[in-house]
């Protein structure tokens, strides 16, 4: 398997509700942020192997113009061996979006865009504190396409406070009406130290029952399903395998992939490590030439098979049993027979050709299935 | 010998009886303030969280009275609790006087009745002192008028203090050293002295507490216990200073310590004798029993691996208390474990607390149970105290339970709720007294199982903390007995298992369920939860499953985070016991034990 790169972004000129991305609302470090990003690329030259995917993640990458872009993707193909189809991510605002934006994105090689859209509802967009509106997520989506984009990805939010599963649904028909590639529908997570998390400690917000979340997800994943997608992972949905997220897979199953950028998290080997979660510390150690690393773990044996189960029971593709015990020297079946048994009769999981998949109501406490 | 003194300070729960041992230590000047601590006798941290004394402890006061004259004052202090009734009373026959400790606010209290009677069993001068008069609630005239009342004292006699603001203290010694006598004994008669207790110290093994009553005791002299009928030699007495002061000698009317080279606590027993092996007494000192267990359980470790770790532990608990009893046994929900016997349901706690807090295990106790008695078809008597162990009904010929005498004391207000919670716990026999206005005294007898059940917390609960609560061993009674089962997800529990009398039996189930109900967490399916007697099921409640339990997003490449969070939940699983695929958490099997208002 080949590595990926991840480039934290971490730029926004607000911040939204339900989103705990490290990022800053001012803008004027982003050259500087540059020159340390160039840097840092110098620090792992020859580290990795060969790369097939490039992901710009934020905070949000489409304030940068398409100069500073190309700047960063250029800086890539210099330090960093790319295979020729890797699969160039960018993730966008919709209001930042224009015609010519989305052309000149294009030009750099970014062959595959992820468009925050969130809700087609403007009372759920005004709730989770979106700085867009649902006809600049239209547009934005026609300026993708116009500029000639193949591969598009929504993402998508449900399970806001006061939504119900008709509005929620009326956006998902929105969304398909544009038949794009790939969809990620997210349900609202409240993290405590948001602007969501500080209405939600006061009181002031309420979270969704559980029940009504899992109607959430089942309509949500019965619904794309019968429109042609796969539901690959938890919150990801592809128009056929070929336009799932080539990135995103290598955290699931342990690839190798590098992190660049402020709060960036890579992961090589049995190690994991992320960068300062702050630009103005990322910037200095940076340039003193050291790896601006806030902290490494080198994972156990142990930790690495619950993160494989956690991983690999989020995703359709599931867990290959012989593949599991090879690399984490553990027999499920085995070990945890009367376990998996149960909840094999439960409807959670199939066991079958030597895989343990998880059903669509597994997928829907894939949390609880990777502690059995 | 007539410049010492010994005493204890009696008093019902929580009327103050730590806090001034504690100003009567500071007072004395035998610890600094520097190294002075609260509740400084109750050495253990459970004691002093909880505001009781489990263990017997000793002190030497050294005190020069307004005489000016130089006394030894030895405090033996005394678990305030009715399961160690027995250790109060050898601590008692080691003195000449007690304080007996009254909360001005509170007033006498059954216990407060309880200890006097022990005291005066004793022929102990008693002095009465009102403590808390700093409360506002405190009514030192009506306490006066109790203690003449109900106790029978002259209240003229009684001295008044707060312990907690420390006035009154000095009083209270001159009191010790004016109206209670010294010790009398002859120091060149044969040795006689009574244990009182026994600790444990790793480096010297048992440390006896005793107090001479004849002769002279000095290192090197063999001793004898008189009714364990074993010998040892003396390495080492000396007094109850802090720390420890060795002494060449003690003698008659001394309180002291002996070290002699005995390995456990429970190589002695309380109450025995000791004598020289070589010019023996001729009868041991009076008031000898063996220590019985009333209240049994089992002891399950969480993790069938720490089975080894528990045996080990429960070794060493067993070095430093003598009343606890245990020994081997298996259930088939919890795997292998050990039967335990306790002096009550209090001792039951402390031993439960203490496993975990200073051995840092995680266990399960079953549910408690008395000792029944079954008499056979083939005339065989069987005595009972693990349902594990029920005999086949079709073999019952009779079945008894024990029972006790209870004495309760509780303003007159709640005489109707009193009443009924023991008419529901089965008493019988009550006779009722007014010893005063507004207050009574209820003796009841009760079956002793529906006693250990949640009796007191329920008593205390109804009588808003007031009531209180002391009771006797009687006799065993004929009794119509059944035993439950639960059952999760068809898999029966032995652990959860109880003897219980039929006409509460269905009660007891429901409740069983339902307690259960609230502990067990849901998990990824439907459990159903049943009480059964035989095969006839009986009650039934169900948790249902959850549905949903996902993180959304889970990319970025931060993984580290949420594995952390799975690695805490897996944890914490870790401390449940797994029953089929059934997690059934510590706090089930200790919910099913407590009552519906607490």
């Not at chain 2, 089992?298 to 067993?318: G, Q």
Request: proline share 4%; charged share 25%; net charge negative.
């Amino acid at each position: 398997m080949m590595s990926g790169i991840y480039i934290h972004i971490p730029f926004c000129l607000s911040k939204c509700g339900y989103c705990d991305f490290y990022s800053v609302t001012s803008t004027e470090k982003i050259p500087r942020f540059i020159d340390s990003l160039l840097k840092e690329m110098e620090m792992y030259r020859g580290c990795f192997n060969r790369f097939d995917t490039l992901y710009l993640g934020g905070g949000t990458p489409s304030l940068l113009d398409s100069a500073q872009l190309a700047e960063i993707i250029d800086g890539v193909h210099k330090h960093f061996p790319l295979s020729a189809d890797t699969e160039i991510t960018i993730e966008v605002n919709p209001g930042d979006l224009s015609r010519e934006t989305a052309e000149s994105l294009f030009k750099t090689g970014i062959n595959r865009i992820s468009i925050g859209i969130q809700s087609f509802d403007e009372n759920i967009l005004s709730f989770i504190g979106r700085r867009h509106s649902s006809a600049d997520a239209i547009s934005a989506i026609e300026d993708v396409r116009n500029a000639g984009f193949g591969n598009m990805g929504l993402d998508l939010i449900y399970g806001v406070p006061g939504q119900d599963i008709i509005s929620w649904l009326e956006t998902l028909h929105t969304a398909l009406s544009f038949t794009p590639e790939h969809l990620s529908c997210y349900q609202l997570t409240i993290e405590p130290s948001t602007p969501l998390g500080m209405k939600y400690r006061a009181g002031e917000i309420d979270v969704s029952d559980e029940d009504l979340l899992y109607e959430f997800f089942m309509k949500t994943s019965e619904l794309l399903e019968a429109s042609g997608y796969m539901h690959y992972e938890v919150s990801n949905f592809a128009r056929g395998s070929e336009f799932m997220s080539r990135h995103n897979r290598k955290y699931w199953d342990h690839t190798p992939y590098l992190g660049l950028g402020p709060a960036a998290h890579s992961f090589s080997g049995n190690r994991r490590w992320w960068n300062h979660r702050c630009v103005d510390r990322y910037i200095k150690e940076v340039n003193k030439e050291i790896p601006p690393i806030e902290k490494s773990e080198i994972l156990t044996l142990e930790q690495l098979r619950l993160e494989a189960l956690y991983l690999g029971l989020r995703t359709k593709m599931g867990i290959d049993l012989q593949d599991f015990s090879e690399r984490y020297a553990f027999d499920l079946l085995d070990k945890k027979n009367e376990m998996l048994n149960r909840i094999s009769e439960e409807g959670l999981i199939i066991i079958q050709d030597n895989h343990i998949y998880p059903t669509r109501r597994g997928l829907a406490m894939s949390d609880s299935l990777s502690l059995i | 010998m007539k410049n010492i003194r010994n005493f204890s300070i009696i008093a019902h729960i929580d009327h103050g009886k730590s806090t001034l041992a504690d100003r009567m230590i500071q007072y004395s000047g035998v610890v600094d303030d520097r190294n002075f601590k609260d509740q400084i006798l109750d050495s253990m941290d459970i004691e002093r969280e909880r505001g009781i004394t489990i263990k017997s402890q000793a002190i030497t006061l050294p005190y020069r009275s307004r005489d000016g004259e130089d006394y030894t004052l030895n405090l033996i202090d005394t678990p305030g609790h009715v399961d160690f009734s027995y250790e109060v009373s050898r601590s008692l026959a080691s003195c000449e006087g007690v304080l007996l400790l009254i909360d001005a606010a509170q007033g006498v209290q059954a216990q407060t009745v309880a200890n006097l009677y022990m005291a005066m069993e004793h022929d102990l001068e008693i002095i009465p002192v009102i403590n808390k008069i700093d409360l506002p609630s405190a009514d030192v005239d009506k306490v006066m008028e109790q203690i003449d009342s109900e106790l029978g004292l002259d209240p003229y006699m009684s001295l008044s203090c707060s312990a907690k603001e420390g006035t009154g203290v000095e009083e209270i010694l001159e009191a010790i050293v004016h109206n209670i006598p010294p010790p009398k004994g002859d120091p060149e008669a044969e040795l006689a002295a009574t244990i009182f207790d026994a600790q444990y110290d790793p480096f010297r093994g048992t440390i006896i507490h005793c107090r001479i009553f004849d002769g002279t005791i000095r290192g090197g002299d063999v001793v004898r216990l008189m009714h364990d009928e074993t010998v040892h030699k003396v390495e080492e007495v000396g007094a109850f200073l802090l720390p420890r002061q060795k002494k060449d000698s003690l003698s008659a009317g001394d309180v002291g310590y002996i070290i002699a080279g005995i390995k456990t606590v429970s190589d002695v027993q309380i109450g025995d004798t000791i004598t020289l092996d070589k010019r023996p007494c001729k009868e041991p000192l009076p008031g000898f029993n063996e220590s019985k267990s009333v209240v049994f359980a089992s002891i399950y470790p969480i993790a069938s691996d720490d089975y080894e770790e528990l045996a080990v532990a429960l070794e060493k608990y067993k070095l430093n208390d003598a009343s606890f009893a245990y020994q081997k046994d298996s259930s088939i929900a919890l795997g292998q474990g050990f039967r335990c016997g306790f002096l009550g349901l209090l001792h039951l706690e402390i031993v439960q607390e203490r496993l975990e807090r200073e051995y840092d295990l995680s266990i399960i106790l079953s549910v408690p149970s008395v000792r029944y008695r079954f008499t056979l078809n083939d005339g065989e008597v069987v005595y009972i105290d693990n349902p594990a162990y029920y005999p086949d009904p079709m073999s019952i010929a009779t079945s008894e339970e024990p029972y006790i005498r209870a004495a309760m004391m509780f303003p007159e207000r709640h005489m109707g709720a009193v009443m009924k919670l023991c008419k529901e716990k089965r008493g019988e026999n009550s006779t009722l007294s007014y010893p005063s206005p507004g207050r009574i005294e209820l003796v009841i007898e009760m079956p002793l199982a529906d006693v250990i059940y949640d009796f007191y917390d329920r008593l205390k609960s109804i009588t808003q903390g007031y009531g209180s609560f002391d009771y006797d061993i009687l006799d065993y009674r004929q009794s119509s007995l059944a035993l439950l089962d639960i059952l999760v997800n068809g898999d029966r529990v032995d652990a959860l298992s109880q003897i219980v009398h039929r006409s509460s039996a269905r009660a007891r189930g429901l409740r069983a369920c339902e307690r259960l109900k609230e502990e067990i967490p849901r998990q990824m399916f439907k459990i159903a939860i049943q009480g059964a007697i035989g095969g006839e099921v009986i009650s039934r409640t169900t948790i249902s499953a959850y549905r949903k339990d996902v993180t959304a997003k889970c990319y970025g490449g931060d993984i580290t985070r949420k594995r952390k969070l799975l690695e805490k939940q897996k944890k914490g699983k870790k401390r449940m016991k797994m029953v089929g695929s059934v997690a059934i958490p510590q706090s089930a099997f200790v919910a099913i034990l407590k009552s519906d208002n607490t």
